[in-house]
């Protein structure tokens, strides 16, 4: 099967079967996005969400947890992974987004790239979500599930992924697309033993493919 035609069929099926998908992480303004993308880096969304309600009573506003002591933030969020770091992160970005954007979120990746915290996938999360752009975050299940698929070919980094994937996924697709992606591995195509009997792509699926061949080897 030609990667355009896998592409084609790929997404028509999510485009299906999943027209609804959005980010798992709860919140209400792009202040409280940001601060949950940061949370979640190597943390599942789940956990973020157990917190982030007491954590945006103390801190409503981005003036707010600038003003806060990185300890007062560090409380707050250690039950999370990597809470002393995650801490300074987001005093450093609160502060910064006050000073430098007037407490507004900024919509440009390179401009979201420059606060604590956030690193690419995360700009390309708070773009696509907040302000609808055509950015395509690649997170850990976005990397695997592409590859598995047979998206992306030898992708080494999340960066060689993105730029894989947006070579055939339209731009007007890329924002649903990562959440089919995530969705697609957090839930059916997981890490150690992929879910394929409840798969509905395995037709296009290369990973599927070798192994009803391998399987048909040991008959």
Not at 70 to 75: G, K, L, R, T
Not at 122 to 131: D, G, K, T
């Amino acid at each position: 099967m030609q990667k355009k035609e896998r592409f084609e069929h790929v997404l028509a099926w999510f485009k299906d079967n999943m027209p609804i998908a959005e980010t798992e992480l709860q919140y209400k303004t792009p202040y409280q996005l940001l601060v949950a993308v940061i949370l979640s880096a190597q943390c599942t969304d789940k956990r973020v969400n157990m917190i982030t309600p007491a954590f945006f009573k103390d801190y409503p506003t981005a003036e707010r947890l600038a003003d806060a002591e990185v300890p007062e933030i560090y409380e707050l969020i250690k039950s999370v992974s990597y809470p002393n770091n995650k801490a300074k992160h987001l005093s450093g970005m609160a502060k910064m987004l006050v000073s430098d954007f007037k407490s507004a979120v900024p919509s440009d990746i390179d401009e979201l790239q420059k606060l604590p915290g956030v690193g690419r996938k995360s700009a390309n999360v708070i773009a696509s979500v907040v302000y609808n752009k055509p950015a395509l975050a690649v997170d850990t299940h976005v990397f695997r599930v592409s590859a598995r698929i047979g998206l992306t070919t030898n992708a080494k980094t999340p960066l060689e992924t993105e730029k894989q994937l947006i070579k055939y996924i339209p731009p007007e697709t890329r924002a649903i697309a990562h959440h089919w992606l995530i969705l697609h591995g957090r839930y059916i195509c997981v890490a150690r033993k992929p879910k394929c009997e409840e798969c509905g792509i395995t037709a296009d699926c290369k990973y599927y493919e070798e192994l009803k061949k391998e399987k048909a080897k040991n008959k």
